[in-house]
């Protein structure tokens, strides 16, 4: 069973488009974020939401809109697409009170052209 | 959260232990230190983290000097499929994110 799970794994679109990536988590959790890894490999965080509630939001351009529907959904839709969004983008899941770890999904390689 | 400096990269023998050190030099009382590493291709894979005492699982041993200032992820017989990049992070445990640094390259050599 996948924990955190994201699809799709591999997105190819071109600039302008708009796309969502989906996430979901088995795990129980009330916590969840999404992470982008650029070409350089660094790892960073860009949402996080507690309860379907925004708790983090690290000054990521208002083309990326997270939404939550439920606890262990959190989806990632982004509008205009630009070359600059190429990335791999981690969903990731936690429980704010038990331990906190957080787990992460094998990630969305998103290819813009 | 506490920045933390690791080695760029390291080398390891298949089959010999393989210890990752790691410092916070900056790390305060409430701070946990974790590690997470990632395989090629693949989203971060939780290892294991601590406090101030020494912790094993079934994945690896951490040990964490009693300062605190530093500590050394212990994978004791490794394989090829430990080749990944490796992140030591310190974080207070309710804390809402993790910030990930360039990590260690660790390849495991046959």
């Known amino acids: 069973d996948t924990a955190v799970s994201q699809t799709p794994k591999y997105l190819v679109t071109q600039m302008g488009n708009d796309k969502s990536i989906k996430c979901e988590q088995n795990?129980?959790?009330?916590?969840m974020y999404w992470y982008k890894q650029d070409s350089k490999k660094f790892l960073k965080i860009m949402f996080s939401?507690?309860?379907?509630?925004?708790?983090i939001n690290e000054t990521v351009p208002n083309r990326f809109s997270p939404k939550s529907p439920d606890k262990a959904h959190l989806n990632l839709h982004i509008n205009s697409l630009e070359l600059g969004d190429s990335a791999v983008y981690f969903c990731?899941?936690?429980?704010?009170?038990?331990?906190?770890?957080?787990?992460f999904g094998e990630g969305s390689w998103l290819t813009v052209v | 959260d506490a920045k933390t400096t690791q080695p760029t990269s390291m080398d390891c023998a298949e089959g010999r232990a393989a210890n990752l050190p790691c410092n916070h030099s900056t790390i305060s009382g409430n701070e946990y230190v974790y590690w997470y590493r990632q395989i090629h291709s693949q989203g971060p894979q939780y290892i294991i983290h601590g406090l101030k005492n020494n912790e094993t699982n079934e994945m690896a041993s951490l040990i964490i000097t009693e300062d605190r200032k530093s500590s050394t992820l212990i994978l004791p017989h490794a394989t090829l499929r430990d080749t990944a990049v490796y992140y030591c992070i310190v974080r207070f445990q309710g804390a809402q994110k993790l910030v990930f640094g360039q990590g260690t390259r660790l390849t495991i050599n046959p």
């Open positions: 939401y507690n309860n379907k509630e925004l708790i």
């Open positions: 990731a899941s936690s429980h704010r009170t038990y331990g906190n770890t957080i787990y």
């Open positions: 795990l129980g959790h009330d916590t």
